[in-house]
């Protein structure tokens, strides 16, 4: 037995908000911009016997504070055989770079619902069949779906210490689960961008857009 890894490199959209000058923000809480970090694609079915993982992982401009909003993903299956059994987690850390000594690493778990029994359970769970629990049907067809939230958001400044090369980040599913079909997976996560002079100065209050 062996567990089968996928790794993914989402792609990132950074939208600037330029209603102000660069003095005003600096004196301000607000945000410079928003960075959002998407995916979608196929997690590969198992070899026979095997686990499997996928991970989204991918790194923050250093220059940067950022504030995490929001990280989801879903996955989707075929012919309502959607049975996943999965853990998801986000890892944000801002240890790398030369002499990193875990200076800071902080982990977020993202769970699905109603993910209540294990994968060889035979319960059904309320309205939803035994073989058909954990799934959802967003496209009004026999296509599963199960949808990862994170439950708690980090509340401060995702900062990068001195002597830091890079911020890394990654969100990772592991499936207990062997012999899995293939399922497509669409992720998303979205983070506030601030300069460093704000994070000297200003306590980010909560992780809402400021205007």
Not at 6 to 28: A, D, H, K, M, N
Not at 122 to 144: E, M, R
Not at 159 to 166: D, L, Q, T, V, W
Request: overall charge negative; charged content about 15%; glycine content about 8%.
């Amino acid at each position: 037995m062996a567990i089968d890894s996928t790794l993914v490199t989402p792609e990132v959209r950074l939208t600037p908000f330029t209603g102000l000058s660069e003095t005003i923000r600096e004196r301000s809480g607000i945000a410079r911009a928003e960075e959002v970090h998407t995916s979608f694609g196929i997690w590969p079915a198992t070899a026979a016997g095997d686990n499997r993982s996928i991970s989204f992982t991918w790194d923050l401009n250093p220059d940067y504070g950022y504030v995490l909003m929001d990280c989801s993903c879903i996955f989707l299956g075929a012919g309502v055989k959607l049975k996943m059994n999965a853990v998801g987690f986000m890892e944000i850390g801002t240890d790398t770079g030369p002499g990193s000594t875990q200076k800071e690493r902080q982990y977020y778990q993202l769970l699905s619902y109603p993910a209540r029994t294990a994968e060889s359970a035979t319960t059904a769970i309320g309205s939803l069949q035994a073989d058909h629990y954990n799934s959802q049907y967003p496209v009004v067809t026999d296509t599963g779906g199960m949808t990862f939230n994170i439950i708690q958001k980090p509340t401060g400044l995702l900062y990068p210490f001195p002597g830091i090369s890079k911020i890394e980040i990654a969100t990772v599913f592991s499936e207990e689960a062997k012999n899995q079909i293939a399922y497509s997976y669409r992720f998303f996560a979205r983070f506030l961008q601030y300069d460093i002079t704000q994070g000297y100065h200003y306590a980010v209050q909560s992780a809402a857009l400021t205007r």
